[in-house]
């Protein structure tokens, strides 16, 4: 068991969502017991960013420690033309964790290190999972088949055991886990924490509009798409927002070229208006704060650590 794990009330990180997860959406899942997460992107112009990551530190400041483990997600793709101006940031406010996606770890982590964080790389494959294990990542975020935004195609349990044959470190695991019973199904797996981030699509402190939330409510599994036609990265959304916008989910245009750079106005990008979610969807049920989110996930986890209990004892 990772150190980090024992803080939690749930071994869970609210995952970074691409306009969902914000300032106000980290603080409630801290202050809950869990993770908080943003991306980076979310918060442009960078003046934006700097605000929201003081808004966090301060927001935390003084609280106990399990209530003060959050992390900032990178876009470390070359074509984000901000990375350096983010990473300067990153040491002034330092976050506790930093995770990477859709690029290598290694300019992150010197930068991390040097005030004693840590740094979790976003893999989709055991190739990326070597990758960034050898560039000297902390941990690896596996997003595995299920998971919303971009999606990976991997059993979860395949996965994490494939990479605890090679990796020590800390282990994430994403992909369509939803209720505390899937936690403990992942913690049992092998891995360290679950990356959980369609449940909190649905919260009350989630930058998603209400007609989103309302979506997610309403959907189930049978109404997500997986296609890398939106941003040019596999991802899974929901089908009834793309029907919204003149798109035939049977018959999506092909991919476009793939463009992380956050310097770009939110505007500009083509999938504003696509909404994501992964295949827990379905286990969303109301919109509701982050802190009974929690609750339940908390309850739910507690009632499946004493059915392993009660079959060990058999």
Not at 189 to 210: C, K, N, Q, W
């Amino acid at each position: 068991m990772h150190a980090l794990t024992t803080l939690l009330r749930v071994p869970v990180v609210c995952a970074p969502m691409f306009l969902i997860s914000g300032p106000e959406m980290v603080i409630a899942a801290c202050q809950a017991g869990i993770i908080g997460a943003f991306p980076a992107s979310n918060a442009r112009p960078i003046e934006t960013l700097e605000a929201w990551l003081d808004q966090v530190c301060r927001a935390l400041d003084g609280a106990p420690a399990a209530q003060r483990t959050w992390a900032l997600n990178l876009m470390s793709h070359s074509s984000n033309t901000r990375l350096a101006d983010e990473l300067a940031l990153i040491a002034r406010y330092r976050p506790p964790i930093v995770i990477t996606a859709l690029g290598s770890p290694k300019p992150v982590i010197e930068v991390v290190r040097d005030y004693g964080g840590i740094v979790l790389a976003d893999v989709i494959n055991l190739a990326l999972a070597r990758k960034a294990a050898a560039a000297g990542a902390d941990g690896l975020a596996c997003i595995c088949a299920g998971a919303g935004g971009h999606t990976g195609s991997l059993s979860p349990f395949a996965f994490v055991g494939a990479v605890r044959e090679f990796f020590d470190g800390l282990v994430v695991l994403g992909g369509g886990i939803c209720d505390g019973s899937g936690v403990a199904g992942a913690i049992a797996a092998g891995a360290d924490l679950v990356y959980m981030g369609t449940r909190f699509i649905a919260s009350t402190e989630s930058l998603a509009s209400p007609a989103y939330k309302q979506m997610v409510v309403d959907a189930d599994i049978e109404d997500l798409v997986v296609s890398a036609s939106i941003t040019g990265t596999t991802g899974s959304w929901l089908a009834p927002s793309l029907v919204a916008l003149g798109l035939d989910p049977k018959n999506l245009p092909p991919p476009p070229e793939r463009n992380y750079d956050a310097n770009r106005p939110i505007s500009a990008r083509r999938w504003v208006d696509t909404w994501s979610a992964g295949q827990g969807v379905g286990r969303v049920r109301r919109v509701a704060p982050v802190r009974e989110i929690v609750a339940e996930l908390a309850d739910d986890y507690a009632r499946a650590l004493e059915r392993f209990a009660g079959r060990g004892r058999g």
